[in-house]
């Protein structure tokens, strides 16, 4: 990659929603659960505390309990996180959604499909090549850089196999942070 491109293009990867959980529910068997307006529930036996995450399923309807902690002692959280459970912050109910091991836990995993946008800037200008363009992830989205790239500049997938110069695998989901250049057309 060249080290002085002419432009430099910002485009970040923001999360517009929620995304859906892929759980099988235990009334109607459907795959589909849905976060979006989840609320925890903490409950007190001594001075253990049980917090579950309460998702619903998009078929029946139907409440079930994703379990964030089991038997923990009071004394081991911090106050802003217990008064964020009892007040269901929803910054924390997607933190702790979009935590990888408390989906491995409760055996479910994200479906992005329609829950993410790319913010890039609205003009192409097709003078000064090459062009350099940083991707930022604010959320774990896994996208495929290939079809990210072709839908931020317009391009085919087999214009940008083309023309783009990238350190990662275009074929394989990301969620991390990449930069990649487009080259002049031939």
């Given at each position: 990659m060249p080290s002085q491109p002419h432009i430099v293009l910002p485009w970040v990867v923001r999360r517009t929603r929620l995304p859906l959980l892929s759980l099988r529910c235990v009334d109607?068997?459907?795959?589909?659960?849905?976060?979006?307006?989840?609320?925890?529930?903490?409950?007190?036996?001594?001075k253990l505390l049980h917090v579950w995450l309460l998702v619903r399923c998009v078929s029946c309807d139907r409440t079930n309990k994703l379990a964030v902690h089991e038997r923990a002692p009071v004394s081991s959280f911090d106050p802003a996180v217990l008064?964020?459970?009892h007040v269901n912050d929803p910054e924390l109910v997607a933190s702790r959604l979009l935590d990888p091991w408390l989906a491995r836990r409760n055996r479910y995993t994200l479906d992005w499909t329609g829950a993410?946008?790319?913010?890039?800037?609205?003009?192409?200008?097709?003078?000064?090549?090459?062009?350099?363009v940083r991707v930022a992830f604010e959320d774990p989205v896994p996208v495929r850089p290939g079809?990210?790239?072709?839908?931020g500049l317009g391009l085919s997938r087999n214009d940008v196999l083309r023309r783009?110069?990238?350190?990662?695998?275009?074929?394989?989901?990301t969620s991390a942070d990449f930069t990649f250049m487009v080259m002049a057309e031939r």
């Open positions: 109607c068997g459907s795959e589909s659960a849905i976060a979006g307006e989840s609320r925890f529930r903490v409950n007190a036996n001594g008064h964020g459970y993410w946008r790319l913010d890039a800037p609205s003009e192409w200008i097709d003078e000064g090549w090459p062009v350099q079809r990210l790239v072709a839908h783009v110069k990238c350190d990662i695998s275009l074929r394989r989901p």
